[in-house]
């Protein structure tokens, strides 16, 4: 009887170049001819492009318009590459005959080839997971030594790379990932710019297969000779270990990787990587670039509302490459007495807001400015909605021009900037759907959907965070819409081991939510139920309220702490036990993207939540109840089994989902048209 003929993917060949016009033709050349080939190039500055373009007609040429280092480019490569198994191919890296075919026969998550040098000798190119033991071992012996010893990472000796095997890692010229591998574990951390992006990757899926069978020429070696870059190699050691182990583990990895370096200070690679051993920062820094000014209407302010939304976080990202002007909100209406909650406070915090004039709040991105036009948010008449764009226009042509701002990309998250925009020149104008806006309960609904209609009309690129809303409106915005998820800030959504005053006297167990108490999104009901149901859990509350919180105050457990600065919620939320997203069933829930969720997972939480079309995306450690009751339901398994998979597993569901890589790929949709 015959076996089953086993279905497997395409396989794409992913090529990251930066400043690769020497080397790029011959890797291209070694290509089978009908394979898929994806070249990111990042931002070079030499003829790089041009050559991937003279050499392989067909190849799909995606590029990147910053040097995001090669992480970021491996995965907008991935992205590229949907449906594929995906092989990562350095440009200075070579295939034999037949290589591809006998990598995907191997049928293993991650497989690599045997790679020999230039001159045909095999490289030592399997690793051993890196240590304390084997890092120091290196230190005092040096890497061939302590590898032909045992003591060491890399794997020494002809005769173990003359069968197939098992391995921790391998040197990243050339890996073939299995499509399902990438779906299961997600892309590569962008973080670490150049180096063990691969390492943590690799030991992430669980290791690698050795496939000798399978050959390529490595010409390399720049970054034993490069100090810049051998410094980026050691300080991105302590880094994984970190990311791994914990802070201590990472202060002892350093002192061994700064004694590997001092040993050895007579060659310039190890003084400059002893350098920068002392003076390393958090994560490496991104290269600069030149590009076009960003200047995008929010739909929030910048001076009163929760900083973490997508374009407060898009934005003060972009501008570490470029200058950004952020223009807080001009409002969907007017509020009025009778129809808007906390009329009076309203009109004074936007008047607060207009006295700011221009300001750069963040002073470590000197790039990055706010600015709060005074408006007249009076859009239901025409001739008041006519008045109000020239009114704001001219306050924000005035700012770009002493910006020196030039024609700018255009982003428009707020759907009565179109007024304002229509006749402005600019390089791109690009509608961030992050909401559906004419739900607005408060909005003149009509008016706002007629306005949204006319930027999705002629907007050169529509965005969307939620699936079920670009599938609704894809009939109108056809190949102008991209859809491009939140992210979050890994490093600051990280569990604190001390938590603040008030939630610490607090007692637990703690049933929480943090962000925005917003009557059209927050089930208030059903979070008076929770109180009812489990009297002896506290029920926390962080954030500003857009009605009166007064019917809680009958529960003595629960706890209402208000609005607290985005600087504090991590260790707010690392309080809680259980972490809820309560919302309502409308049409606005149901086009949205919360951000919280993705802070809740890198904290770590145990998270139950009502059913919404992107939280199934993480059904796998999120609890999704289907009612009230089953809300209920769910919130009791979890305060007694502590939630969907571990803490640890939950967190690495969104490591890679960094506002860096999202901004990354806004500049890449925005500025490769």
């Known amino acids: 009887m015959r076996g089953a003929v086993v279905e497997r993917s395409p396989v794409a060949v992913v090529i990251v170049t930066y400043q ?74 070579r295939l034999h005959p037949g290589t591809i075919e006998t990598l995907q026969a191997a049928d293993k998550p991650i497989t690599v080839p045997k790679i020999l040098g230039e001159d045909g000798m095999v490289h030592f190119s399997l690793r051993n997971e890196p240590t304390l033991r084997t890092s120091l071992a290196e230190a005092l012996l040096n890497g061939q030594r302590a590898g032909r010893m045992g003591l060491g990472a890399t794997v ?26 990438i779906e299961k574990h997600g892309l590569l951390d962008e973080r670490y710019f150049l180096y063990s992006e691969e390492v943590e990757y690799m030991l992430r899926v669980g290791g690698v297969w050795f496939e000798p069978r399978a050959t390529a020429t490595h010409i390399g070696g720049e970054s034993n000779t ?82 973490a939304h997508s374009d407060f976080q898009l934005l003060r990202r972009v501008a570490k490459h470029r200058k950004v002007l952020l223009v807080n909100s001009i409002g969907l209406r007017m509020p009025s007495p009778g129809k808007s909650t906390q009329f009076l406070r309203r009109i004074f915090r936007k008047a607060m807001s207009v006295a700011k004039l221009v300001r750069r709040p963040i002073p470590e991105t000197p790039n990055f400015y706010v600015m709060t036009p005074a408006p007249l948010p009076f859009y239901g008449k025409p001739w008041l909605r006519k008045l109000n764009s020239v009114l704001v226009r001219t306050q924000v042509r005035l700012v770009c021009f002493f910006l020196r701002m030039g024609t ?32 607005f309960p408060e909005a003149d ?31 109108l915005t056809g190949e102008r819409a991209h859809f491009l998820d939140h992210g979050v800030d890994v490093d600051h959504f ?15 167990p703690r049933i929480g939510f943090f962000g925005s108490l917003d009557d059209y999104l927050v089930d208030f009901d059903l979070i008076e139920k929770v109180a009812q149901e489990f009297p002896d859990a506290s029920v926390v509350l962080i954030g500003d309220a857009t009605c009166s919180m007064e019917r809680y105050a009958k529960y003595p457990n629960v706890h209402w702490l208000d609005f607290r600065a985005y600087e504090q919620i991590p260790g707010y939320g690392s309080g809680f036990d ?7 069933d409308n049409d606005w829930i149901k086009h949205a993207n919360p951000i919280k969720m993705k802070e809740y997972l890198a904290l770590g939480l145990a998270v139950v939540s009502t059913d919404f079309p992107e939280v199934e995306r993480y059904s796998d450690v999120i609890r999704i109840a289907s009612g009230e009751a089953d809300f209920i339901d769910q919130i009791r398994l979890t305060l007694k089994d ?17 506002w860096d890589s999202r901004a990354r790929e806004l500049m890449q949709i925005a500025e490769d048209r």
């Open 445 to 475: 609904q009509g008016t706002i959907a007629a306005l949204e209609n006319q930027l999705l009309s002629n907007s050169d690129t529509v965005l969307y965070v939620s699936r079920a809303l670009q599938e609704e409106e894809s009939a």
């Open 156 to 181: 020494v000796g002809l005769k173990h790379y003359e069968g197939s095997r098992s391995a921790d890692w391998a040197t990243g010229c050339a890996w073939l990932i299995k499509r399902e591998v």
């Open 408 to 439: 700018p990309v255009v982003v428009a998250t707020i759907p009565t900037a179109w007024d304002v925009v229509e006749p402005m020149k600019h390089k791109g104008l690009i509608f961030n759907r992050s909401d559906r806006h004419s739900a």
């Open 642 to 658: 502590g939630g969907l998979k571990t803490p640890a597993q939950r967190r690495a569901a969104v490591l890679t989902a960094s």
């Open 226 to 307: 490069n100090p810049r870059l051998w410094s980026l190699l050691a300080t991105n050691r302590v880094r994984l270990h970190r990311e791994r182990y914990g802070r201590f583990a990472a202060v002892l990895m350093w002192l061994v990787v700064a004694l590997n370096e001092a040993l050895r200070l007579h060659k310039p690679k190890n003084r400059a990587a002893f350098k920068g051993l002392l003076t390393m920062r958090h994560w490496p820094e991104e290269v600069a670039s030149a590009g076009p000014a960003y200047l995008c209407f929010s739909a929030q302010d910048w001076w009163y509302h929760n900083r």
């Open 578 to 584: 259980v972490a809820l997203m309560p919302w309502l």
């Open 494 to 508: 990280t569990r604190r081991d001390v938590l603040p005053a008030d939630i610490a006297s607090i007692p637990g």
């Open 20 to 93: 690769s016009e020497q080397v790029i033709e011959g890797c291209l050349n070694s290509l089978p001819d009908d394979v898929k080939v994806i070249v990111v190039d990042n931002a070079s500055a030499d003829n790089t492009v041009s050559v991937v373009a003279a050499t392989r007609r067909n190849a799909q040429i995606v590029r990147n318009p910053v040097n995001a280092g090669f992480a970021a480019g491996v995965n907008l490569g991935i992205k590229a590459a949907e449906g594929h198994d995906v092989l990562v191919l350095n440009a200075d890296t």
